[in-house]
């Protein structure tokens, strides 16, 4: 079993709200932010909703994700 008292653990912090009953209702969490580069304006957007449980829904059908997108990286 890890000792979480003496060891340093790094990774982002993920939480989530399951409704498994209508995925639409799902909430998530990611800490700091959603971006690994700091140049990113989602770098750390997430720091303060960390603290206050500032839970954001999880987009899971595809009409959802097209009309929250605010940007879109095609990859070739």
């Known amino acids: 079993m890890h000792d ?4 340093s653990v790094i990774g982002p912090p993920f ?3 399951a ?3 209508d995925w639409r209702n799902c909430l ?3 800490a700091p932010g959603q971006a690994g580069n700091p140049a ?4 750390d957007d997430q720091v303060k909703a960390w603290f206050t449980a500032g839970y954001h829904p999880l987009l ?3 009409a959802d994700v097209e ?3 605010t940007a879109r990286l095609a990859l070739s």
């Open 15 to 17: 939480r989530f709200i």
């Open 4 to 7: 979480l008292e003496s060891a």
């Open 60 to 62: 899971w059908e595809r």
């Open 40 to 43: 990113s304006p989602h770098y």
């Open 28 to 30: 998530g969490l990611l």
């Open 19 to 21: 409704d498994l009953a």
């Open 67 to 69: 009309a929250a997108a």
